[in-house]
């Protein structure tokens, strides 16, 4: 019923949003504190019909709303609105014409419509059709509207947040909540593409009995891959044993995969269970896979293929049950061809292999390495220290050819030699920096392998006096080179160079003058 001019003067609409508050608290499903709002509002401003349209991933929630006589026109008045609605929209009123029908003859009125916004996010409209509208209120009714509005958006913002939060595994579950994980988010951090790709592989391969090979250069993570694999097998359970190939002899590797009997050789005085016996029915990773001997092939193979061996000394086969993981930097496939790697042994472990991407394959990732591994060591280290968006560029401008390993050692520097609370470009421990235009490797910040000055002598062959440049000149050939190289990593980017080299881009811009150097080059 339209509302007369003693019913505007004497509205209370702090009243209005009370109530609203009390419907929202109340013990309602969604759709019903719509509705309930929706009529509420619309008898207090007089209109006779209105709807809630919502659109995007509310649409998929929670369907729509209407009241009044006018249910059909008001949807599909809001249907009409709801494209375009944006986060910076207003309430509005316009005069308009219900069209007449077999039942009623055209109507004149006017729609009064109001997004319903949350934080940075346009969630639907609401629709009112009055058949008159009072001029004196029209501005305080629509900023009621949009108080309303914004109530209601906040409102189904936090209901669909409590429904994914529900959603979520809960600890405690078993299997079936790492399986629906996918991976361990304390461990192997990561967001991009090829990392999304290589958790798939991991939580499908983990279903599996069979060998497992993780390839990848050093630093990738692929300890932490072995690892999700086992938490999200079925063996999840039993013992994970680890070994690295690569850090003991021949004799003593044998001795730790396969153990050992009383007396098999000097220093033996008890019988030992090798890491295959104490694996037994659980997982055994074999780092380094690819660095063990001819002779160590031999024996390991007989266990990929028979799941039995003997202890160095013993004669009595012992059978084991074991998921077997390896893993290796290695081109083995250049290896076999040189006769340093097995070919039969080559075929047993290349059953299902899993590449881990390099970090310079997947940058987007750094950003949250980076804030994960700020957080480990200032807690660590009693800090709360934050890193500048310059030194992040800088550190995802470079390569990281140690990967998540060189990249995690890199904060943990940063955050223990920090004089300040913000992390700025020059604390980025990177390779180069010519703040020292010649250092010897052990002298360097950080050392990398090819942060050697490229204009150091190859040969330590004696040089005749002649051609031996003077000391300013070196230095100044060096400090030149390095200059140059900066730009070259930085595309150009002067700013970025200067970062680098640990000056302003004022001193940057006086040794392009001085070297000759022309910033607009194509580096």
């Not at 983990?206 to 990738?220: D, F, K, N, Q, V």
């Not at 993981?325 to 290896?335: C, G, P, Q, R, S």
């Not at 076999?336 to 097995?342: K, S, T």
Request: proline letters at 6%; a neutral charge.
């Amino acid at each position: 019923m339209p509302r007369s001019d003693a019913d505007c003067a004497q509205h209370n609409y702090i009243s209005d949003i009370e109530q609203v508050a009390r419907i929202i608290s109340s013990a309602r499903p969604p759709s019903g504190v719509l509705q309930r709002i929706l009529q509420f509002v619309g008898e207090a401003l007089g209109a006779q019909g209105g709807a809630v349209v919502l659109g995007g991933e509310f649409a998929a929630r929670l369907t729509g709303v209407s009241w009044g006589t006018f249910q059909d026109e008001s949807r599909q008045l809001g249907q009409e609105l709801l494209d375009g609605v944006t986060i910076d929209s207003t309430p509005t009123a316009r005069q308009t014409t219900l069209p007449r029908t077999s039942q009623r003859p055209a109507i004149d009125g006017a729609v009064l419509a109001a997004p319903i916004l949350g934080l940075q996010q346009a969630i639907g409209v609401m629709v009112l059709f009055e058949p008159a509208v009072v001029a004196m209120t029209l501005d305080t009714d629509l900023a009621l509207l949009h108080a309303i509005g914004l109530y209601l958006g906040l409102y189904l913002q936090a209901t669909a947040l409590r429904e994914q939060v529900k959603a979520l595994p809960q600890a405690g579950n078993g299997r079936q909540n790492r399986t629906a994980m996918g991976y361990d988010p304390d461990r192997m951090v990561g967001d991009s593409p090829a990392m999304h790709a290589v958790m798939q592989q991991l939580q499908q391969a983990a279903r599996s009995r069979s060998t497992i090979l993780l390839r990848g250069e050093s630093g990738t993570g692929k300890e932490l891959g072995a690892r999700a694999l086992h938490k999200l097998g079925d063996r999840s359970d039993q013992a994970f044993i680890k070994l690295n190939c690569a850090a003991l002899p021949e004799n003593l590797l044998e001795s730790e995969l396969f153990g050992h009997e009383r007396g098999a050789f000097t220093g033996a005085v008890r019988m030992r269970r090798g890491r295959f016996e104490v694996a037994d029915k659980g997982t055994i990773f074999l780092d380094e896979i690819g660095d063990i001997s001819l002779a160590m092939q031999v024996k390991l193979l007989r266990v990929l293929q028979e799941r039995t061996f003997e202890r160095v000394g013993g004669s009595r086969p012992i059978e084991v049950d074991v998921r077997i993981i390896a893993a290796t930097n290695v081109d083995l496939e250049e290896a076999v061809r040189q006769g340093r790697f097995r070919e039969d042994l080559y075929y047993r472990l290349h059953v299902v292999p899993i590449v881990l991407p390099s970090l310079r394959e997947r940058r987007e990732d750094i950003p949250m390495l980076v804030g994960y591994f700020l957080r480990r060591f200032n807690e660590d280290n009693g800090k709360d220290l934050k890193i500048s968006s310059a030194a992040m560029d800088l550190v995802v401008s470079y390569d990281w050819p140690g990967n998540v390993r060189e990249l995690e050692n890199c904060v943990e520097r940063m955050v223990v030699m920090a004089r300040r609370e913000i992390i700025a470009p020059e604390d980025v421990p990177l390779p180069v920096n010519l703040t020292r235009p010649y250092a010897m490797p052990y002298a360097m910040p950080y050392a990398m392998p090819y942060a050697m000055p490229s204009a150091m002598p190859k040969a330590t062959l004696p040089v005749p006096m002649s051609t031996v440049a003077s000391l300013p000149g070196a230095v100044a050939d060096i400090e030149r080179q390095r200059v140059v190289e900066a730009l070259q990593r930085c595309g150009g980017v002067q700013t970025r160079a200067a970062a680098i080299l640990g000056i302003t881009p004022r001193q940057l811009g006086y040794r392009l003058k001085k070297y000759g150097i022309d910033p607009k080059q194509s580096f």
